[in-house]
């Protein structure tokens, strides 16, 4: 099972982004889905989380009130969008989806990541 995820980039502080994570082998309905992050010289850390109806969400204090997550069953992706950008979010962030339907706890596959930079 392999899971993509894009839409990383370069942005300045203050910027939007939208990362997207989709699957072409497995259908994501069924299952949690989760946006992690590691960022140079720490550890990777969970970002967010939707369960698989999108009825639950989680968020980092870190990102609360900037980044939301969403899900398009319809469309088997997930959605993270991130706004007003830090120069502290600047990482590689990877989708993952969990064996749960309800948490990110135990992420199962994972996608390559992508590339966000936050700088002036």
């Known amino acids: 099972v392999q899971l993509q995820a894009s839409g990383g980039g370069s942005v300045q502080p203050g910027g939007s982004l939208r990362l997207s994570c989709g699957a072409s082998e497995i259908t994501l309905d069924y299952y949690a889905i989760g946006w992690f992050r590691q960022a140079p010289g720490k550890e990777r850390e969970e970002v967010s989380c939707?369960?698989?109806?999108?009825?639950?969400?989680y968020y980092a204090d870190s990102v609360k009130g900037r980044f939301t997550i969403s899900r398009d069953n319809a469309k088997n992706a997930v959605y993270l969008q991130m706004n007003s950008l830090k120069p502290e979010d600047t990482a590689v962030y990877y989708c993952a989806l969990d064996d749960s339907d309800y948490d990110c706890d135990t992420p199962e596959y994972w996608g390559q990541g992508t590339l966000v930079t936050v700088s002036s």
């Open positions: 939707i369960s698989s109806t999108g009825g639950l969400t």
